[in-house]
T-cell receptor, first 111, second 114 residues
Framework: SQKIEQNSEALNIQEGKTATLTCNYTNYSPAYLQWYRQDPGRGPVFLLL?????KEKRKERLKVTFDTTLKQSLFHITASQPADSATYLCALDTGRRALTFGSGTRLQVQP | ETGVTQSPTHLIKTRGQQVTLRCSSQSGHNTVSWYQQALGQGPQFIFQ???????GRGNFPPRFSGLQFPNYSSELNVNALELDDSALYLC?????????????FGPGTRLTVT
């Protein structure tokens, strides 16, 4: 069956460190993969998009990798800050424009 | 803050009733998608409208229906409400391009079915 897996346990890190979040998927062939941030009681906010033929994408302190062989995407936040604390969602776009989301990983950055 | 608004913010309904949720898309966007998000889960795709036509549907029964209007505002209607319909309902607008479309989400409507 099709599955998208993100760490269900919260990730706790110290301010200034790099946070690495994982998104694994099975039985999908996504053309694109997107990452979103969601704060409590609010809608998700788009962060980054990566295509199947791209290995890596960067935006300021954010970096996403996409390995279609491993069926995995890694999301990195460098020099993390308490304001980065939120739930991060990965979403697969199989080319039909409907996004399929993982359940998200909650990141807590301690000052 | 995106330019997507939703109303109402919160809603409490009784099992068996019907509900209509509303969404106003970001200016210039021609596509709206609706998602259901249960507590602790990621959003689940309900359906998408492009230029007033349904353009894709997730695994939701026909009692979930929608409309998109010429001004690109949208409605989600749910008939015969069930307890499991309690969730955060999100709409997201986007501008269809040649590739994947970044979605602009509204703040959501929290529906509670008792």
């Amino acid at each position: 069956s099709q599955k998208i897996e993100q760490n269900s346990e919260a990730l706790n890190i110290q301010e200034g460190k790099t946070a690495t979040l994982t998104c694994n998927y099975t039985n999908y062939s996504p053309a694109y993969l997107q990452w979103y941030r969601q704060d409590p009681g609010r809608g998700p906010v788009f962060l980054l998009l990566i295509r199947e033929n791209e290995k890596e994408k960067r935006k300021e302190r954010l970096k996403v990798t996409f390995d279609t062989t491993l069926k995995q995407s890694l999301f990195h936040i460098t020099a993390s800050q308490p304001a980065d604390s939120a739930t991060y969602l990965c979403a697969l776009d199989t080319g039909r424009r409907a996004l399929t989301f993982g359940s998200g990983t909650r990141l807590q950055v301690q000052p | 803050e995106t330019g997507v608004t939703q109303s109402p913010t919160h809603l409490i309904k009784t099992r068996g009733q019907q509900v209509t949720l509303r969404c106003s898309s970001q200016s210039g966007h021609n596509t709206v998608s609706w998602y259901q998000q249960a507590l602790g889960q990621g959003p689940q795709f309900i359906f998408q409208y492009y230029r007033e036509e349904e353009n894709g549907r997730g695994n939701f029964p026909p009692r979930f229906s929608g409309l998109q209007f010429p001004n690109y505002s949208s409605e989600l209607n749910v008939n015969a409400l069930e307890l499991d319909d309690s969730a955060l309902y999100l709409c997201a607008s986007s501008l269809v391009s040649g590739g994947s479309d970044e979605q602009y989400f509204g703040p959501g409507t929290r529906l509670t079915v008792t």
